[in-house]
């Protein structure tokens, strides 16, 4: 038998055995077939690479490398705010950063990196079983890749930009010298604060050059590397600082395992607190707050993602008004700064500071805001800042939702002219826990209309009123004139929500009042006009910006009967008297909180909504301080600075427009209703549950005549909305009246002739001191 035979033969008898398998032994493959289809799809596998290994280049520098200035504008399209987003980048050799700083980067980021070959197949596939047991997602990059991803592709998370960043990250470590790819990896990376690149990392996060980096410090910054904005631990959250430290301390044990560091050093070695968050330059002045309330827009409103917009190359053009801006930043200086004298009063006229915005009612624009005094020196935009309570300036808010709600808890209809007990410390009825505000300076005021008690901002009244309202409905309707349901403060749960515990920010608040301003039709505040980029080839990026469309806050009656009350108060009776300055029709509520920690002026005319805070805080430690003694005054009111502020700003901001008046349409006829005179301390006989107005106006008590406008709000908040007046000095927000009936004839509108009032503050000596607060409501 010839060899071709038996080979046939025995190809023949094994067909005959496998065809006396069972089926499904059959239907699997032999062995032979298994190793050869393996062995071919194999060698596809390596010639496949070794071509594209052959064909994929590596690529000039990505756009990232030569990215752009993002480039705010005012509203007028030509006039510059400021240029930022150029990449803060200064590159170094590796002979300038020190062997500490670069073993700590290869101990926190590839510890395999001077043994790999550019890629760490172990590490990948262990961090992709990790994934798959549910441990978080896993890198398992070396830092050759990420080098390349840094500095030739982008951060895209695609199969195909991952394969090529695998055939690169082969190249060249084939190519480059582990040095030079380490240096190329550390003048790329983005460290946070803005900063890319070790050399701006070590600038931004230890004022210094990166060859002066000791080994705490660029083991640190080696830990930033994974979650740069996430472990800042001047700005983390006490978790992402535990989890900052972790790192820290991941990268120093890696140094010990890789023999960089004794484990005698490594036990010496405490945790380098890196300075303060330093602005960016270029945006000295109010260019840097500016430019935050416009990223703050883009990125919240979801027109662009915060790394697109850092990525640069933006031409965004801005609401913001220069002339506008530009009067907001003199009224501060005018009306405060120069009334401060930190040399003389050190430890009252220093850290004094002002949040303040303007919106225009009909569209939601963002006009102008006040964010601080120079953005190089204090980088914090107090503009947007929610941790300021906003006291009495919220009791619009409970009027609102009382109109709305149309009945008391007993059924009896709320209106403007409904009467409320203004005794002082009066308990609060039907509130979910005790409550029994004091009012400013212990004034009890009998039985008054919610008109009367927004004028002198009677907190016993405003304090039952938001509780026969519902506080539920107080909120829901905060919320839909637009104070965000996330700002703390507003919970139902505590009766004292209703004297302005919650904590929105100035343009927050100044969004809420232009709603009032626009007759009930909400609009968020918005402050980008356009956005535009010019890409490389000349290609131009257009993103659709939001649409601008009111909602429903308020039915128009509601809204325009607040507006009616609003008035009422800046009159030569209400706590914003000083407001009379500006001539023109306008609506206001002051508000000063406990401990005299904030003061607030919150105003509108039909042009024009914007709000001014103020408020002290320590540098060092964050903490609120109070503004008593400020400028020299025993008190400080939100009818005193803030009002002042407001009315200088406003008619600077409406100079040369014609003066506009109300369009109201409350649905009710004008009030004619008397004032009463009041007394501190007195109490004379009311009711506790509104009721119809009787004929005859309100009631009277002997003691001090009207005119020392009271505005305290205790508990969360407390107002107190003038300062203490000194001997014979009148209060800024009333004139002292002329001698005239126990009756005087009712207080005219702003849009009426405007009465003088006094100029000057009163004296900080010989007033009243402030009244204790009481207890804070939980």
Known sequence: M????????????????????????????????????????????????????????????????????????????????????????????????PLATQQAVVSAEDRTFYQNRGIDLKGMLRAGWNTLLGKGMQGGSTITQQYVKNYYLTQDQTIERKGRELLIALKVDQQRDKREILAGYLNSSYFGRGAYGIQSAAHAYYGVDVSRLTLPQGAYLASLLQAPSLYDVKTATPANREKAVARWNYTLDGMVQLGFLTPADRAATTFPDPIDPQPATGLAGQAGYLVGVADDYLVSSGTLDAATLKAGGWRITTTFDKP????????VQDELTGELDPQARPTTDTDVRVAGASVEPATGRVVAVYGGPDYAKQPYND???????????????????????????????????????????????????????PNEDDISYGNITLRYAM????????????VDAGLARVRETAVRLG??????GMDPANTSMTLGTATPSALDLAGAYATFANHGQAHTPWSVLKLERVNTGGAVDV????????????????????????????????TGAAALDLNRPAAGKTGTTDSNLSAWFAGYTPELATTVGLFRENPK??????????????????GAFPTRIWTAYTAAALDGTPTQDFDLKTGQEPTT??????????????????????????????????????????????????PAPGPNTPSPQAPQPTTGPDQPSPTPKPSQTQPTRPTSLPSATGGPASRPAAPTTP
């Not at 004028?455 to 938001?466: H, P, T």
């Not at 503004?627 to 009111?637: K, P, Q, S, V, W």
């Not at 549950?689 to 009787?694: G, K, Q, V, Y």
């Open 2 to 97: 010839t060899l071709s035979t038996r080979r046939q033969a025995k190809r023949a008898a094994r067909r005959e055995a496998r065809r006396a398998l069972p089926l499904w032994r059959r239907l699997l493959p032999t062995w032979r077939v298994t190793l050869g289809t393996l062995t071919t799809l194999f060698l596809l596998a390596v010639g496949g690479f070794a071509v594209l290994y052959v064909i994929v280049p590596v690529p000039d520098p990505n756009a990232h490398a030569v990215a752009q200035n993002n480039i705010y504008l005012y509203a007028d399209g030509t006039t510059e705010i400021a240029r930022t987003g150029a990449v803060n980048r200064t590159d170094v050799t590796i002979d300038r950063i």
């Open 324 to 331: 506008r801006q530009d009067a907001f930043t003199k009224a």
């Open 383 to 437: 503009a947007l800042r929610q941790d300021n309570q906003i006291g009495s300036t919220f009791k619009p808010i409970d009027l609102a939702a009382g109109l709305v709600a149309q009945h008391a808890v007993d059924g009896r209809p709320i209106t403007t002219e409904s009467r409320y007990d203004g005794t002082s410390e009066r308990p609060v009825t039907g509130g979910p826990n005790p409550y029994a505000p």
């Open 455 to 466: 004028v002198k901002s009677v907190n016993s009244v405003y304090a039952q009123e938001g």
């Open 483 to 488: 104070i965000p349901d996330s700002v703390r």
């Open 543 to 574: 993103p659709k910006m939001p649409e601008h469309n009111p909602t429903d806050a308020l039915d128009r009656e509601i809204a325009d009967s607040v507006t009616d009350v609003l008035r009422d108060v800046i009159s030569p009776r209400g």
């Open 621 to 638: 430690t964050h903490a609120k301080e109070p503004l008593a003694g400020t400028a020299g005054l025993t008190r400080i009111n939100g």
């Open 673 to 722: 209703t008397p004032w009463p005179d009041l007394t501190p301390g007195t109490s004379p006989s009311s009711t506790t549950t509104p009721t119809t107005p009787p004929p005859g106006g309100a009631p009277t008590s002997t003691g001090q005549a009207p005119g020392t406008p009271p505005d305290h709000t205790p508990s969360a908040p407390a107002t107190t909305d003038r």
